[in-house]
């Protein structure tokens, strides 16, 4: 499997803003992912929050569209999540996940199966 984790948790407060990043190592420079941000408050189920659709265009979660912006570094496998105008409700473990492996080239060649981060813990208090 893929390795994937999370950076830049913490605590903000209402109105403020935090940037997660995501980093996918564990495989050759020629697979690539689809990765996206998930979250789970405490007591919900796990929600999308924002990645690339099949499509290739960036969705979004109605609840953080205008606020989160996703982003993506290809070369580097890495992703971000910029999250502005924080609220309470946007209180949860973020977690990244990485999914549908492939050869950039689509030539075939193995790559490790996808996988989620061990999350980061996004905390946002008035």
């Known amino acids: 499997q893929a390795h994937v984790e999370e950076f830049g948790g913490g605590s903000a407060q209402v109105g403020g803003s935090l940037k997660l990043s995501c980093l996918a190592s564990?495989?050759?420079?020629?697979?690539?992912?689809?990765m996206s941000w998930y979250r789970q408050a405490p007591g919900k189920e796990r929600e999308f929050v924002a990645g690339?659709?099949?499509?290739?265009?960036?969705m979004y979660a109605e609840s953080v569209k205008g606020r989160f912006t996703f982003s993506e570094d290809q070369f580097y496998a890495q992703v971000y999540l910029e999250m502005n105008r924080l609220r309470a409700d946007d209180t949860a473990m973020y977690y990244c996940?990485?999914?549908?492996?492939?050869?950039?080239?689509?030539?075939?060649?193995?790559?490790?199966?996808?996988?989620w981060g061990q999350g980061t813990q996004v905390t946002v208090s008035s």
């Open positions: 996940q990485a999914d549908r492996p492939r050869d950039k080239l689509d030539l075939g060649r193995w790559c490790p199966s996808g996988n």
């Open positions: 564990g495989f050759t420079a020629y697979c690539k992912y689809d």
């Open positions: 690339f659709g099949s499509d290739g265009t960036t």
